[in-house]
């Protein structure tokens, strides 16, 4: 049984920073692409950024500079670095294990971006 489970998420204030993490099981992660989406109230669900089974990675431009993805396939474990949040940025973060034609998704974490 695939299980991808984020944590990391909570509240945090403008400027400050958060790191998400997401634990893979059930998959050989090294052949998977991660991506991270997110969601806002009332928004679609977009991608923000995306590391290939490579090491290769790109972002969302709103997000350049800001976040950094990375993956540790010995922890069979995705990581979203966040660094100077805005509010903008609140939303549910969700990560996803993609590897044509299978796609695997997390619960969902909410990241609140508030003074």
């Known amino acids: 049984q695939v299980q991808l489970v984020e944590s990391g998420g909570g509240l945090v204030q403008p400027g400050g920073s958060l790191r998400l993490s997401c634990a893979v099981s059930g998959l050989i992660f090294r052949w998977y692409t991660m991506n991270w989406y997110r969601q806002a109230p009332g928004k679609e669900r977009e991608l923000v950024a995306t590391i290939t089974p490579g090491g290769n990675t790109n972002s969302v431009d709103s997000v350049k500079g800001r976040f950094t993805i990375s993956r540790d396939n010995a922890k069979n474990t995705g990581y979203l670095q966040m660094n100077s949040l805005k509010p903008e940025d609140t939303a549910v973060y969700y990560c996803?294990?993609?590897?044509?034609?299978?796609?695997?998704w997390g619960q969902g974490t909410q990241v609140t971006v508030s003074s």
């Open positions: 996803n294990a993609e590897r044509s034609p299978l796609r695997y």
